[in-house]
């Protein structure tokens, strides 16, 4: 395909039907065509074909406003993988110097191990052991301790447990979560987190640069051989594209049921928690019912009307599209709110400080925690009060 932008075969597979348009986040906010996914494969079709010029304004305001969310794939009836165009629309609109500053950035931090590592240090440094579940204002019933906790991970156990299954601890969880980390560690101490690991190569995918987030996911998967579980769905996706998905398991993929009677109590009650999915692990991986069961399991659980739509945390769309970003999230903290939910559940970094960022912002009492956070703390089934 030299001199195309698009895959031909992938760019054609779309019949215009419009199935897409009701699950997209960017068209209901808009009602404007050019907005909606089939707007966006017309775009690029002109671009293919060379009908727009490659500097046309709307082809690089579409490409940026587009959360990348990959709403529009599951229910696509003609198997268009829109992610994949928009990853290749990307590597054309964003090459060079056009890729925002911001991203190129981060892109270059998470490239750097020993800032990683850093990072870590310096968090924990800056907020101490209790960083990773701080006291929300306002929030009186707080998630019992976790017992015996520390903030640095536990030891490598070695050979001990899995055969040959490692947590990839990621980006945004060593500099914001460690926390989370240490949680999928006490929930699996078989796991093996070597720290010699680095980025798993998404964030370059997602902001055009398919090359470097392949290259960054192949030296991760010789960083960790066998089976790379990861607290992560973003990840996860990303890894599975490039490794396979044999390779990659996501948390709540990997972890078995919790013992009978398990659960978690908040003022003296069964919780109530809710869950917002991972965008790229439901429509990616097609990964929803899994964390559903864990948190059934353990407390009653409030599936919100919104749950399977983005956050707008969307990687670093909330940090290039900010006004956008936080016009979806306060769509959805409402919705939180109104469901009183005591916890709302996250499956990935992003979405966690996203959803701890906007539900502090408003000092609400709800709390946003990973699902390995949560499990951690369940206890055996007190009597009935
Ligand atoms: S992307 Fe799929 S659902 Fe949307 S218009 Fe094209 S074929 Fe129809
Ligand atoms: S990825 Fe999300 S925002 Fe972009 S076109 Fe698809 S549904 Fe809309």
């Known amino acids: 395909m030299t001199g195309d932008v698009f895959n031909p075969e992938q760019l054609s597979r779309c ?14 906010m808009t009602g404007d065509e050019a907005s909606s996914p089939r707007g966006r494969i017309t775009l690029m079709r002109a671009l293919q074909d060379g009908t727009l010029p490659p500097d046309d304004d709307t082809l690089a ?24 165009l928009l990853e290749q629309w990307r590597v054309h609109q964003w090459r060079g110097p056009r890729r925002p500053l911001v991203a190129r950035a981060l892109m270059l931090l998470v490239e750097q191990r020993w800032v990683l590592r850093l990072l870590g240090l310096v968090r924990r440094a800056a907020h101490g052991p209790a960083a990773a579940l701080p006291p929300e204002p306002g929030a009186s019933d707080a998630l019992p301790p976790e017992p015996g906790a520390s903030d640095a991970l536990p030891p490598e156990p070695g050979a001990a447990g899995g055969p040959d299954a490692q947590l990839m601890l990621g980006c945004v969880e060593r500099g914001l979560f460690p926390a989370v980390s240490r949680a999928a560690r006490a929930l699996d101490p078989g796991l093996a987190a070597p720290t ?48 396979g998905r044999d390779r990659v398991r996501e948390l709540s993929t990997w972890l078995a049921e919790r013992p009978a009677g398990a659960e978690l109590r908040v003022a003296g009650r069964r919780a109530r928690v809710a869950l917002q999915d991972s965008c790229h692990l439901r429509n990616g991986l097609g990964v929803f019912a899994e964390p559903r069961a ?6 009653d659980y409030v599936e919100l009307p919104s749950a399977a739509t983005c956050c707008g945390a969307a990687g670093t769309y909330s940090l290039l599209r900010p006004k956008e970003s936080r016009r979806i999230l306060d769509a959805k903290l409402d919705e939180i709110e109104a469901a009183g939910v005591d916890l709302v559940v996250a499956v990935n970094p992003g979405c966690l400080r996203q959803l701890r960022t906007g539900l502090r912002r408003r000092r609400s009492p709800v709390r946003a925690v990973h699902l390995a956070e949560l499990l951690t703390r369940v206890e055996p089934a007190s009597r009935p009060d």
């Open 196 to 243: 010699a690991q680095g980025c798993c190569g998404a964030l370059h995918a997602h902001n055009g640069d398919l090359a470097g987030g392949e290259r960054l996911a192949e030296r991760l998967g010789e960083d960790l051989p066998g089976t790379i579980v990861t607290t992560s769905g973003g990840c996860a996706a990303h890894l599975a594209s490039v490794l």
């Open 61 to 84: 305001e579409q490409s940026s406003f587009c959360l990348g969310c990959r709403a529009c794939e599951p229910v696509c009836p003609a198997g268009v993988e829109y992610g994949s």
């Open 294 to 299: 864990l948190l059934r399991q353990v407390a």
């Open 15 to 28: 019949i215009s039907c419009g199935f897409c348009l009701p699950a997209c986040p960017t068209y209901a």
